[in-house]
Nanobody
Framework: QVQLVESGGGLVQAGGSLRLSCAAS????????MGWFRQAPGKEREFVAV????????AYEDSVKGRFAISRDDSKNTVDLQMNSLKPEDTAVYYC???????????????WGQGTQVTVSS
């Protein structure tokens, strides 16, 4: 069992930056693949980024490539999402997720945080 708590969301102007953090409790954090997803009002939840455990394999949704960076610190049981050059279309609730399979699909993740709101003003 893994408990996840996100932090770092807020209101930022377009072009600005935010760093989201996800703190995990529970055993064997380093073995989990960690993902970030987001859900905008009236839209389906969508994949943002994923990072694997051992080899730090990463993947990003096309619209965030070059702007967002996912990282993890297994000594602290945290996974971060650095978001730069933010756009109004990045506005959403951002969720951290943990799963046993490296995937861009939300169904592959068994554990989810409560989400943190990111609002980007134009």
């Amino acid at each position: 069992q893994v408990q996840l708590v996100e932090s770092g969301g807020g209101l930022v102007q377009a072009g600005g930056s935010l760093r989201l953090s996800c703190a995990a409790s529970g055993r064997l954090f380093s073995t989990y693949n960690m993902g970030w997803f987001r859900q905008a009002p009236g839209k389906e939840r969508e994949f943002v980024a994923v990072i694997s455990g051992t080899f730090r394999r990463t993947a990003y949704e096309d619209s965030v490539k070059g702007r967002f960076a996912i990282s993890r610190d297994d000594s602290k049981n945290t996974v971060d999402l650095q978001m730069n050059s933010l756009k109004p279309e990045d506005t959403a609730v951002y969720y951290c997720a943990a799963g046993g399979t490296w995937s861009t699909l939300d169904g592959a993740y068994a554990f989810w945080g409560q989400g943190t709101q990111v609002t980007v003003s134009s």
